[in-house]
């Protein structure tokens, strides 16, 4: 089917931002490569940025975690072939119900799904094509192979030839399904060198920290102490900055987590980092902290936020060639997603009324059962 003027759904998981952000470049790519719509999909709010001949709507869920399931809930995995279906939630069901609607009226020609398996099974099961976002970490539990499995086409967001490493255990058949389309970030490459100016960025995340906040203050007050000629910059869930790209430009070392989206913009600012990731489901920061270890990029690898040693730490991310970043991000990844989404609408056929216009993939026969 015809791409122009296709609209594509993009859902958004709605822990920490990167995600958010990760569909705002990739939405806009979509409009300015194949004359896509996106609408979000979320339980997230529209973001105030949601605007534009790219922007399709946005479709604002019910939380399926609000409230949490009491201890006397049970079996919130349904044999462990899912990973969060709450028996009686009100909110399960009203977002199930919501996204049911909008599939049938709208009829996308694809949904992107960053991340849950659950939506990604809904929107399979409607009819529609699903692009499934994948993490870092072992994914090979029965859920996310069913996922992994029914998803039309697979991205990672890392260079290629990271892609068995970051997700182990997974058989060859479904690695070798993923594109990895490089490190996306929403702020461009630039290859200006650091300022020189001795300048530090610690950048948080909106996904929790293992420390305590006044475990961190210590620790940050410390490390400014152990190396008085350096200025610190802070932007955390505290502490935040909407300036984050000219912070990170400004910055010589940037002290941040091993999520997704932080390791893309550090990348796209080439600077050298400190690296401590973060406890995550699925070991998602351990396993992209392990391969930055091992690969010779421009990052110092810490298990956790160091209490001393910042003097000698922040000389050797000095010591450290920036431009290494360029084999992770160099800057064209929400291109190539873009790309990714386009194929598979490409190659979906269209099957009896198709209402706004968008299209289903020609399948055979169903058996009888």
Avoid: K
């Avoid at 939380?63 to 919130?76: I, L, Y």
């Avoid at 160099?330 to 790309?339: E, H, I, K, T």
Wanted: proline share 8%.
């Amino acid at each position: 089917m015809s791409r122009a003027g296709s609209t594509i759904g993009y859902y958004v998981h709605h822990h920490g931002r990167g995600h958010l952000h990760r569909a705002g470049a990739v939405a806009r790519a979509l409009a300015q490569r194949h004359g896509c719509t996106v609408t979000g999909l979320s339980s997230f709010p529209r973001p105030a940025d949601w605007r534009g001949p790219w922007a399709g709507g946005w479709v604002e869920l019910a939380r399926d975690d609000d409230p949490v399931p009491g201890p006397g809930a049970g079996d919130v995995t349904a044999g462990g072939r899912l990973h969060w279906v709450p028996r009686g939630h009100a909110g399960l069901s009203r977002r199930t119900a919501q996204l049911s609607a909008w599939l049938d009226a709208t009829r996308p020609a694809a949904v992107v799904v960053d991340v849950s398996v659950e939506v990604s099974l809904l929107v399979r099961l409607h009819g529609v094509p699903v692009v499934g976002v994948v993490l870092p970490g072992e994914r090979t539990d029965p859920a996310h192979r069913l996922a992994l499995d029914t998803a039309d086409a697979l991205v990672g967001c890392w260079p290629p030839q990271v892609t068995g490493s970051v997700l182990p255990g997974l058989p060859a058949e479904v690695v070798d399904r993923v594109h990895g389309v490089g490190g996306l970030s929403r702020h461009p490459v630039t290859e200006e060198p650091p300022p020189g100016a001795r300048r530090v960025l610690f950048l948080g995340g909106a996904g929790g920290h293992d420390l305590l906040d006044h475990e961190i203050d210590a620790r940050l007050d410390a490390a400014r102490a152990q190396a008085p000629g350096w200025t610190w910059e802070v932007a955390d869930a505290r502490r935040w900055r909407p300036d984050t790209g000219s912070l990170l430009r400004e910055a010589d070392v940037v002290v941040t987590h091993t999520g997704q989206n932080a390791v893309a913009e550090v990348a796209a600012a080439r600077r050298p980092a400190v690296l401590v990731p973060q406890r995550r489901p699925h070991a998602e920061q351990a396993t992209t902290a392990e391969v930055l270890g091992d690969g010779g990029w421009p990052a110092v690898v810490e298990p956790e936020l160091p209490a001393d040693g910042w003097a000698g730490r922040l000389e050797r991310c000095l010591a450290l060639d920036p431009v290494g970043w360029a084999r992770w991000c160099d800057g064209r990844a929400a291109d190539r997603f873009a790309d990714v989404v386009a194929g598979v609408v490409g190659a979906a056929g269209v099957v009896g009324d198709t209402g706004a216009g968008a299209g289903h993939r020609r399948t055979p026969e169903r058996s009888a059962s």
